[in-house]
């Protein structure tokens, strides 16, 4: 197993390839106050998102910018960054030099999961694989209260 993790990591590292779904600990940069409009850096494809503030989790994820908020999406998959998420929606997000730090709230609606899945769509090339709404994890991140 620690063979074929290497040989995917050095892979993608030869190719060029910036997505290795690999998680980290706590993210390091400069706290920035979230912008009211995120258009512009949610221009990035990959971003990294902290998770578990008592025990920093961090994941490289692809990132959708709708509005005025900011959406990751794992699928139907129940990661360990959904786990803890549920456990505590405070997250950090990391875009360039700059950490964010937001709340994460679970999308529920069939029509904003509909729209995301088209500017999904329009960004990545491709639809979710799966669209129905209570089987995925779909997370819209705004500022903290």
Same mark, same amino acid.
């Given at each position: ?6 040989? #995917?990591?050095?892979? *993608? ?9 690999? !998680?980290?600990? @706590? $993210? +390091?940069? #400069?706290?920035?106050? *979230? ?9 990035? !494809?990959?971003? @990294? $998102? +902290? ?95």
């Amino acid at each position: 197993m620690k063979r074929y993790l290497l040989s #995917v990591t050095l892979l *993608a590292l030869l190719t060029g390839c910036g997505y290795v779904p690999f !998680s980290g600990g @706590q $993210l +390091e940069g #400069v706290v920035a106050p *979230a912008p009211a409009d995120w258009s512009e850096l949610s221009q990035a !494809s990959i971003i @990294q $998102l +902290e998770t578990s503030p008592a025990d920093p989790y961090s994941v490289k994820l692809w990132v959708i910018g709708m509005e005025s908020a900011l959406y990751v999406h794992a699928g139907d998959n129940h990661t360990q960054w959904v786990e803890n998420i549920e456990q505590n929606p405070e997250v950090r997000l990391q875009i360039g030099d700059s950490i964010f730090e937001l709340r994460a709230t679970r999308v529920t609606g069939n029509e904003e999961f509909q729209r995301f899945s088209d500017v999904y769509e329009t960004k990545y090339g491709n639809r979710p694989r799966n669209e129905n709404i209570a089987e995925i994890y779909l997370f819209r991140l705004g500022p903290r209260q």
